[in-house]
């Protein structure tokens, strides 16, 4: 586990996880996200938890990926990273198949997983939700926001189509999609709740209190009964295309990634200096 950047306690049947990497705007490293997943199968395994509420300390929610330093920094990061321990040995590491592999666990499959745990999900969000930090809300069955929480997928910049789980078309509709998308706009939490992408917009210094209200109002239900609930409603969007339609997705966006390794022989083309911006607003 990573030292104090994940913390986890159970609260009357609610297991609560805890982003606490603030110093860094909770941006994700790999084994933060290998220790989050952890976490939510343990959570999803104690038969006394029945609600899960992901939540972060600091400003921000998640600055989404660690990607931070200047590009030249990002390139030598990533060459060390795929020479490292932290991939498995029965890895491939170069070339777009090593990023492929990389990003179907820890990013689409990670959260796919997030998705389908049998119990109900809630994120907090305060701050900015930026990029990868809505790999961590969106897969949450409820989202309660802050007054102050801003929501945005820049990666367009990055000279790819969008994060790499595709949630945008199904959160907001697929005109507010391509909108956002195109334009790398930031969403209120009021644009965001009038879009059904939220299920409430609460005072900031109410956020905790609000989550965790919900939380033991859930907790109170059946959790066979819960977890029916749960499944009717993702199987609907699964027959809908929702499953399909995201692996689709996740193979574009990484065209995205092989159109930068072949212009510039890297994963990504991005100005991290204006992407820190967003953090400042």
Request: hydrophobic residues 40%; glycine residues 8%.
């Amino acid at each position: 586990m990573t030292d104090d950047l994940l913390l986890y306690e159970v609260v009357d049947r609610v297991g609560v996880i805890t982003l606490n990497r603030a110093a860094k705007a909770n941006a994700q490293t790999p084994q933060m996200l290998d220790d989050l997943d952890a976490l939510f199968m343990a959570a999803a395994a104690d038969r006394n938890v029945r609600v899960i509420v992901l939540q972060a300390n600091g400003k921000h929610f998640s600055a989404g990926h660690d990607i931070s330093g200047s590009t030249e920094q990002a390139r030598s990061a990533q060459a060390a990273a795929t020479a490292s321990d932290e991939f498995p040995s029965d890895y491939s590491v170069s070339g777009l198949e090593g990023i492929y592999e990389w990003e179907t666990k820890r990013y689409i499959g990670y959260a796919r997983k997030w998705r389908d745990i049998r119990k109900p999900t809630i994120a907090a969000v305060q701050g900015q939700c930026i990029a990868g930090g809505l790999l961590l809300c969106w897969p949450c069955d409820l989202i309660i926001a802050a007054d102050n929480a801003k929501f945005s997928d820049p990666v367009v910049r990055m000279g790819i189509g969008g994060v790499e789980y595709h949630g945008h078309t199904w959160e907001v509709g697929a005109r507010k999609a391509k909108e956002w998308l195109f334009t790398a706009k930031t969403f209120t939490a009021d644009e965001a709740e009038r879009y059904g992408m939220v299920n409430r917009v609460v005072p900031v210094d109410e956020l905790r209190s609000a989550t965790m209200e919900l939380a033991h109002q859930i907790a109170q239900m059946h959790p066979f009964a819960l977890a029916q609930a749960k499944r009717a409603v993702n199987q609907t969007q699964d027959v809908q295309g929702f499953y399909a339609a995201l692996q689709s997705v996740f193979d574009i966006h990484q065209t995205g990634h092989g159109n930068s390794l072949v212009v510039n022989g890297y994963p990504i083309l991005v100005d991290l200096d204006q992407m820190k911006q967003s953090l400042k607003s």
